[in-house]
């Protein structure tokens, strides 16, 4: 079972910039599809980006990049021109099998989540 451990959140103002990096192992950078995805106060959990374990990516367009960092055994999120909209609990999952990763009833592992807050 792939650990995710979620960092990089906390608050940022409107218009800026974050990294969102979640850390696992090598084994599970190799074999595991890998996703981004969010919960705001009061809405459901929705998908926002994940990549193979090929390197395929699925993201909605925009302002989010997914990538691997196979030094830092890290997926990382990196989100531009921020908005207040953008608060919510980021998560990252993980699925053994690449399919519709975007979909939270696809993905097998958790992680914790964190929180990201964007304000003036």
């Known amino acids: 079972q792939p650990q995710l451990v979620e960092s990089g959140g906390g608050w940022v103002q409107p218009g800026g910039s974050l990294k969102l990096s979640c850390r696992t192992s090598r084994f599970a950078l190799e074999h595991y599809a890998i996703g981004w995805f969010r919960q705001a106060p009061g809405k459901e959990r929705e998908g926002i980006a994940c990549?193979?374990?090929?390197g395929f990516i699925d993201s909605v367009k925009g302002r989010f990049t997914i990538s691997k960092d196979k030094t830092e055994n890290t997926v990382d999120l990196q989100i531009v021109n921020m908005r207040p909209a953008d608060t919510a609990v980021y998560y990252c999952?993980?699925?053994?099998?690449?399919?519709?990763?975007?979909?939270?009833?696809?993905?097998?592992?958790w992680g914790n989540g964190i929180q990201v807050t964007v304000s003036s």
């Open positions: 990549i193979s374990e090929g």
């Open positions: 999952a993980a699925q053994s099998t690449y399919y519709a990763c975007r979909r939270q009833e696809n993905m097998d592992y």
